[in-house]
């Protein structure tokens, strides 16, 4: 395995600082904004950059005094490290209290995901909550997944490429502490449910639709790997090829994610090579911050 401790770790600072630039989009013109790519970055495109870079650029065309409230979004193909993003933006709707943009995200002039993102200006209503958040142990009580990471890959040692050491090890700017066993943890089969707390490893801008991006950025995590619990496989042992369909969000009230949230996921079926998924975020009151839904592939990777 190859010897990353001669590596200094950049500060969580740094870390969030790249996050935040990452998800900063860049006006190209009237309806053309521009993704950076990420530092360091291999491999494939991470499903959550993508949406919520697109979901900034919706949010950029659109008046202060509306905020998304929801957005649902199509893979259409793999996007790659180290090319920029294109988002072109459509307003299909403008109307008094809600408001709907489409953004179509290109790279090298080939479209790899379409955004729906619908708008709302703040109004008071009839209000309830059906959904109980979990009792699980506080993030405080639980190790951090990058823990458990290098445990992991110092275990499987020359078993894992140098590609998926660096995946595995490489620093993040979200901190993920998780109450269960995800996919990768263990090879036995599980009820297709987890339970994972996150925040950002240092405090964030108070900038709200930043934090509704980052909100999207991490919704994809955990979220497709529930579906493989059952089954007790892994992409991260070499069982399993899978890749994100399609991606939706109901953002129910605001949240900072420089603060704890829970995110609970569930997979109610899969099935004909694809995996159906659910996910609920509470922040620490108790409070239903999110809702999400995703389709994805996953199928069992043939010798």
């Excluded at 495109?45 to 979901?55: N, T």
């Excluded at 949010?59 to 193909?77: E, M, N, P, T």
């Excluded at 829970?262 to 090579?273: K, R």
């Excluded at 975020?281 to 010798?303: C, H, P, Y």
Aim: proline content about 6%.
């Amino acid at each position: 395995m190859a010897d990353h401790s001669q590596r200094p770790d950049p500060s969580p600072e740094k870390l969030v600082a790249n996050l935040v630039r990452l998800l900063t989009v860049e006006q190209r013109g009237s309806n053309l904004f521009a993704g950076q790519p990420q530092t360091g970055g291999i491999g494939r495109v991470f499903g959550g950059q993508v949406i919520a870079q697109a979901l900034q650029a919706a949010q950029a065309s659109v008046a202060d005094d509306k905020v998304a409230h929801s957005l649902h979004a199509y893979f259409l193909r793999g996007g790659k490290e180290g090319p920029g993003i294109d988002y072109a933006t459509t307003c299909d709707f403008e109307g008094r209290s809600f408001a709907n943009r489409r953004v179509v995200a290109s790279q090298d002039g080939k479209p790899i995901l379409n955004l729906t993102a619908s708008f709302q200006s703040h109004e008071s209503g009839l209000e309830h909550q059906e959904a109980s958040m979990p009792d699980v142990p506080p993030p405080e009580e639980l190790k951090s997944d990058m823990e458990i990471r290098r445990s992991v890959a110092e275990r499987l040692g020359d078993r894992l490429s140098e590609m998926q050491q660096r995946l595995m090890l490489r620093p993040r700017p979200i901190d993920m502490r998780t109450t269960d066993k995800l996919h990768w943890m263990n090879n036995e089969a599980k009820e297709p449910r987890a339970h994972s707390w996150f925040r950002t490893v240092a405090p964030l801008p108070d900038d709200p639709a930043l934090h509704r991006a980052i909100v999207a950025y991490a919704s994809d995590f955990t979220l497709l790997g529930t579906s493989a619990l059952p089954h007790g496989l892994s992409w991260m042992r070499g069982e399993l090829v899978g890749a994100s369909l399609d991606h939706a969000i109901w953002f129910h009230r605001p949240a900072r994610v420089d603060e704890w949230l829970l995110y609970v996921t569930e997979s109610p079926w899969s099935g004909g090579g694809r995996g159906f998924n659910l996910g609920k975020i509470f922040n620490r009151n108790g409070d239903l911050v999110a809702s999400v839904a995703q389709e994805g592939m996953i199928r069992r990777k043939r010798s």
